[in-house]
């Protein structure tokens, strides 16, 4: 294996990973926080029992710790990923790394609306901004 090519398997295994905490301090955030949205995010997190498996920015529960999630990740991606988790376990190929990183602990489809999603997306977004650079 040449040092270029283990470098670039580096660098996807990082990918699939979530980067970890250095990459979110280095991530710009990309979504640019609606407090309308967030306050109802926060309600809904709670709400839909998603701190039960989560937190943001307090370390790793069943599933991962969510802080910087919203600079790391695909805006496109979270959002089908918080409507239809189940489908794209069977078809996303980070989806697979991440259920694999987890323990195999699958998250349910919350049965979200695409407002609830964006809501949650902004909530994430303003409880990780200190993980952000602007």
């Known amino acids: 294996m040449t040092q270029r090519s283990g470098q ?3 660098f996807v295994g990082l990918l699939a ?3 970890g905490p250095l990459a979110a301090q280095q991530a710009p955030c990309r979504l640019p ?3 309308a949205l967030a ?3 926060q309600s809904l997190f709670s709400g839909r ?13 069943v599933g991962p710790d969510l802080a ?3 600079a790391q990740r695909d805006l496109d991606w979270l959002r089908r990923w918080l409507k239809n988790p189940t489908a794209m376990l069977a078809t996303d190929s980070l989806a697979k790394a991440l259920l694999a990183q ?3 602990v699958a998250m349910p489809t919350m049965r979200l609306a695409d407002d609830e999603v964006e809501a949650l997306l902004h909530y ?10 602007r």
Not at 124 to 133: D, G, L, T, Y
């Open 68 to 70: 910087g999630v919203t």
């Open 102 to 104: 987890n323990n195999n």
């Open 39 to 41: 306050a109802r995010g």
């Open 33 to 35: 926080v609606d407090t």
């Open 49 to 61: 029992a998603c701190v039960g498996c989560h937190t943001i920015g307090k370390g790793k529960r």
């Open 17 to 19: 990973l979530g980067l």
């Open 8 to 10: 670039r398997l580096l």
């Open 124 to 133: 994430i977004a303003r409880e990780s901004q200190k993980a952000c650079v």
